[in-house]
């Protein structure tokens, strides 16, 4: 159990939000808005009526009602809409900018059915491309029960509206303190509920798992073996590997690995040390180590600081 709150604390302790843009919805009849994968979390939260959520599952959507509020971790592309199918029309037709501290209200009339909802979007800083954080599913939907077993969450998610409701200079900060606080929440809320179906509900409710995910990702620098972690979780490395991989999707060494190149690249912005002190530091014998589980993961950053941290070849 310690573990799993250990491990909660470490995807939400670094995400002070940067920025949020904010858009306020009212629309009625037949409607539906496609949105692309955008480099920050998004958020949507149904005040009043209901819409549906498609994020390209054949033949599946997921219905999100009155009180409802939906997460995209990784800002998925999706599409919103009516019950009743309709073309979809592109966000950027409605929204061509979505600035960080930006505010709008969206109103498209309709005859009948209004719903009213409020978006989202969450720029969270680096710790959103983590592994840990990686591990969270799409979509996260809190069902309104969920949120009103919650006072916290809901008291803020009514702050919130009343907020956007009178919204004025100054509002943009309390808009994103509230947001901060809301997505922490639910973050929560939601692996607490969340179906054991989702890689990271699986890795929290397997206490072996858990503290090897725990030890991974604070005694990273340590040189580990998969096997010496194994036996720590009381499995043999086969037993290990196994349940490694099917709570996290990833084998254990890569997972490993993952932790190290992603500390390691926060130390590349944000220290000058040199290669050999980074390597040593994220639990590499040498820069090569470094240097190519940069390469194996195939990171932006990491093709980007190559130059940087040049390895010669010996042979």
């Known amino acids: 159990m310690q573990a799993t709150e250990d491990l909660f604390s470490m995807i939400v302790d670094p995400l002070p939000l940067e920025g949020a ?17 955008e480099a920050c979390a998004l958020f949507h939260y149904v005040e009043e009526g209901s819409m549906a959520i498609d994020i390209g599952h ?36 409605i929204l ?15 005859a009948d059915g209004p719903a009213l909802f409020l978006c989202a979007g969450l720029h969270c800083g680096g710790h ?13 939907v809190i069902r309104k029960h969920q949120i009103e077993r919650e006072p916290v969450l809901q008291g803020t998610i009514d702050g919130l509206l009343q907020e956007v409701e009178r919204f004025h200079v100054g509002s943009s900060f309390a808009l994103l303190r509230g947001l901060e606080l809301i997505y922490v929440l639910g973050l929560r809320v939601a692996l607490e509920v969340e179906s054991a179906t ?38 043999s490395r086969s037993a290990f590997s196994l349940a490694f991989r099917q709570a996290t999707g990833c084998a254990p060494a890569r997972y490993l690995s993952k932790v190290r190149v992603s500390n390691a690249q926060a130390l590349m912005r944000t220290t000058r040390l040199s290669r050999e002190e980074i390597a040593h530091r994220v639990g590499y014998e ?18 980007h600081l190559d130059d940087r941290y040049q390895v010669q070849d010996a042979g």
């Open 21 to 37: 843009f904010v858009s306020a919805w009212r629309t009625g009849g037949d409607w539906s808005f496609a949105g692309p994968r």
């Open 58 to 93: 054949p033949n599946a959507t997921t219905p999100l009602n009155q009180g409802d509020l939906a997460i995209f971790p990784h800002g998925g592309a999706h599409r919103i809409g009516s019950s009743t199918p309709a073309l979809s029309v592109a966000l950027e037709q």
């Open 96 to 110: 061509p900018s979505r600035r960080k501290g930006g505010f709008v209200r969206v109103e498209i009339p309709g």
């Open 128 to 140: 959103a491309s983590t592994p840990l954080y990686k591990l969270l599913p799409e979509l996260i």
């Open 198 to 235: 989702t890689s990271m509900s699986r890795a929290l409710r397997d206490p072996r798992i858990a503290n090897a995910l725990l030890y991974m990702h604070t005694e990273f620098k340590e040189r580990s073996t998969v096997a010496g972690i194994a036996s720590s979780a009381g499995m």
């Open 286 to 303: 040498s820069t090569v180590g470094l240097y190519l589980a940069l390469r194996s993961t195939r990171s932006s950053l990491g093709r």
